[in-house]
């Protein structure tokens, strides 16, 4: 099994309070790993740290190593920037940039300097068929993304993500606040997308783990109570929270 | 004794509708009178001929052009100034207490009366670096006058764009930079732009700060080490003086108009760019 991410030993702070607890665990590459949990459970805050997006807040402290590819992404000269093309986030709340649907799509593509007009057209053209909603917006490219439905943003979102041609996506609750029919929309590109990327899918939502992850680990408290395989996870978990919070006896 | 809220939501409507309906009538009543008593002396002969004999004869070109001068210095100086210093201030510094420090002190500086600012021009550009009345002088004074203002409303523009904005970009790869000129910048704009048109209003109709550092030359100049009058100084001088009270109200109408106009523009071009981008 190829490894993505290597976390090891890792401890996250805010001013005061400890959010992760000595986190550690191995994210393979080229499946999806559900990372399910109780609010305040410290999902988000680790998957904010995969991409280095927890230290643009003043007040975050970490102790131990995040390795991507081997590399230590919070090691001396490692540039949060490349970091963040490599590894693209979607955020809980659908948020398309005041511009067009074609120019949120080449935002990131933009900024990494591609300048030719064909090939931000194929990005286009290939991200948004990925997200899923080509065929919805093909003719109204030059339509304000704002004035999409926000299941339709958030894979606005999605496409914005992929252009970039990352390696990982990270999905913060990416469904939290859409229908069904967008969610399942959602859940079958990634299922389709997990062939050329790695996964990361924070949710809420303990059956949509189940439905599309392969690995599903379990955050409590900012412990890592267990991960495994989703199968396993969810008929005869090792631990008895996870046991509780799968079956909802709290959380 | 409790009254009826029919009656104070009444009573809240008539005083609240009885204050705007007051001061829209006393503005109106203010730029009525002065158009009034000034658009008969204005024509295009009035617009585009020198004064003579101190103002008493003659229209008031060479006025206009000082008029358009002095602020357009002053705005090319103030505007990427004040723009940068705000976005500095909101985007690249963390909130601590010199940060609030000095917003307190842009405060107190935006409040600073016109003359203090026309004295210090007068002391440091006028005297010590030896530029003279001129209207370098003048447009640096002016540019000093407004950008308090400036910077206040373009950090306020800039803060106003939402924070997912650039937490989306940021996610993007996109360095602080980057984020400033794609996202923040075009979407802070309307307000940044407001804040200029403030600037821009105040640096027209300023007469204290000008005389002492521009002064009041009624030659057309030929560069900017040259003196100039401004139309607010030269209605001044024509009223105080008792120059010539209908050369004086002519000029006023024409500044009143003259604001009007560059509003408008303002205001359109500003549209536009909305229209465009949505």
Redesign the interface.
């Known amino acids: 099994m190829n490894c993505k991410f290597d976390i090891q030993d890792l401890s996250v702070y805010w001013g005061n309070s400890q959010l992760l607890k000595r986190v550690c665990m191995k994210i393979p590459a080229s499946q999806i790993l559900g990372v399910i949990g109780p609010a305040g459970s410290g999902k988000t805050t680790f998957l904010r740290t995969l ?1 280095r ?1 927890n230290e ?1 807040e ?1 007040g975050f402290k970490l102790e131990g190593r995040v390795l991507l590819d081997g590399e230590d992404i919070h090691g001396h000269g490692y540039d949060p ?2 970091l ?2 490599k590894a ?2 979607v ?1 809980a ?1 659908p ?1 398309a ?3 067009s649907i074609y120019e949120n799509v080449v ?2 593509p ?3 300097g591609i300048r030719n007009h064909d090939r931000l057209d194929e990005l286009v053209e290939q991200s948004l068929k990925a997200a899923f909603m080509w065929n919805e917006v093909k003719d109204r490219l030059d339509m ?1 993304g ?1 004035r999409l439905s926000g299941g339709q943003q958030q894979r606005l ?1 999605l496409a ?2 992929l252009a ?1 041609e990352p390696d990982v996506i990270l999905l913060d609750e990416p469904c939290s606040g859409l229908d069904p029919i967008s969610t399942a929309k959602i859940e079958e590109a990634l299922t389709e997308l997990k062939k050329r990327y790695t996964v990361v899918l924070v949710t809420n939502n303990t059956k949509q783990a189940a439905r599309i992850a392969d690995e599903t680990a379990f955050f409590l408290m900012g412990e890592l109570i267990e991960i495994g395989p989703t199968d396993r996870m969810f008929t005869a978990p090792a631990q008895s929270q996870t046991d509780d919070y799968i079956t909802g006896r709290f959380g | 004794m409790r009254i009826h809220p029919r009656y104070t939501q009444r009573l809240a409507v008539t005083i609240l509708g009885g204050a705007t309906l007051l001061t829209l009538g006393v503005l109106a009543f203010i730029i009525v009178f002065v158009l009034q008593k000034g658009l008969p002396a204005v024509s295009i002969d009035f617009l585009l001929s020198n004064p003579q004999d101190m103002g008493r004869a003659g229209g008031i070109f060479t006025t206009l052009i000082g008029t358009i001068i002095l602020p357009l210095l002053a705005i090319i100086v103030a505007a990427p100034l004040g723009v940068s210093t705000a976005v500095y201030l909101t985007e690249y510094t963390a909130e601590t207490r010199i940060t609030r420090m000095i917003r307190f002190g842009t405060d107190c500086l935006a409040g600073v009366p016109s003359i203090i600012f026309g004295l210090f021009g007068f002391i440091f550009f006028v005297t010590t670096l030896g530029m003279g009345w001129s209207i370098l002088s003048g447009g640096l004074t002016l540019a000093f006058m407004i950008l308090p203002t400036i910077i206040r409303t373009t950090e306020e523009a800039v803060k106003a764009v939402p924070k997912s904005y650039r937490q989306v970009s940021f996610s993007l790869g996109a360095t602080r930079w980057q984020t400033v000129k794609r996202v923040i910048l075009p979407n802070a704009l309307p307000g940044i732009l407001t804040g200029i048109m403030l600037g821009v209003g105040r640096s027209i109709g300023e007469t204290a700060a000008v005389i002492f550092t521009a002064g009041s030359s009624l030659r057309l100049p030929s560069s900017i080490l040259d003196s100039t009058r401004t139309m607010a100084v030269h209605f001044y001088i024509l009223a105080r003086e008792g120059i010539s009270s209908e050369n004086a109200y002519g000029t006023a109408a024409t500044l009143i108009i003259a604001v009007l106009l560059i509003n408008l523009t303002a205001y359109w071009m500003m549209n536009r760019f909305i229209a465009k981008r949505s």
């Open positions: 991409n997006m643009l003043p920037v490349s963040r093309k693209g986030m955020f709340l948020i940039l005041p511009m935002y990131g933009r900024l990494a304000s704002l979102c914005r993500v970039m």
